[in-house]
């Protein structure tokens, strides 16, 4: 995928809240910066550099510089193992107040995940590192919190979508996709979750029409929202079919909104 000045100018690069130049050259000294700091703070500086360096490999994309997109799309994956793995959730005090003792199981639960834990999947897949998908995969616990401007619908999507890559018995997240199908207002996830569907027991033409029905809507609704308009579940989903070897193609013009990294 090469993105042109048409595509540039199809989601408006002012759609990027932020002064790029800022985000790619004053971050480099990051981790050097890093080395001084209490492990403790290492949440909260880990969630700010995911959000600065996705920013980056966004930029990157659009401009059809791949190769620092690359470079930054792998900077982020990093920052994120340190973010939902890295020892600082053992040692920061849970709760609101510095009281309170430290806690894995309160960070995983209540910690800020949805935003990080999207783009980070998004890139993994597409930079092809399925044993880090995999470990990704088993983060969410069914109690996560929902997260500020995010719908129940879309933490329900994730949690049946990772139940699917764990192989997790139905009964177990039968729960979660009834959510989603009963959930107003929530036109994207549910086509997200016939994707799903097709792409782990559907056959070759209900994978097709899946894909096709999302792309459609993708791009007539998801893609026209401020942002950079790129589909990131979709993305996961047609990385992670061809992971599975599953036989479709493409819809016309998808790859508008697909986050790949050309060789």
Partial sequence: ??????????????????????????????????????????????????????LA???????????????WATISVDAAETY????????????????????????????????????SMCFIAALQQWDTFDRFAHILRDDVRLNIDQTEAHRAWWLYFCGRVRKRPQQEIAGFRQTVMESKRAKTDQLL??????????????????????????????SKKPGLGLAIRGSILLHYGEHLGRQFSRPEKSDLYVVEFAD
């Fill in 1 to 54: 995928m090469i993105w042109t000045t048409s595509r540039t100018q199809e989601i408006g690069l002012s759609a990027i809240s932020c002064d790029p130049f800022e985000q790619v050259v004053g971050f480099n000294k990051l981790p050097e910066y890093e080395q001084n700091r209490d492990p403790r703070d290492m949440g909260h500086m880990k969630s700010r550099y995911l959000y600065r360096s996705r």
């Fill in 84 to 119: 939902f793995f890295g020892e600082w959730r053992d040692i920061e005090p849970s709760g609101n107040g510095s009281d309170q003792p430290p806690s894995r199981d309160y960070q995983d639960k209540h910690r800020l995940w949805v935003e990080s834990y999207d783009w």
């Fill in 57 to 71: 490999a966004g930029y990157f994309l659009v401009q059809g510089d791949h190769t620092n997109a690359r470079k």
């Fill in 193 to 222: 979750l016939t994707w799903v569907d097709a792409l782990f027991e559907g056959s070759d033409d209900e994978l097709q029409d899946a894909i096709k029905k999302y792309m459609q809507h993708h791009r007539r609704v998801e």
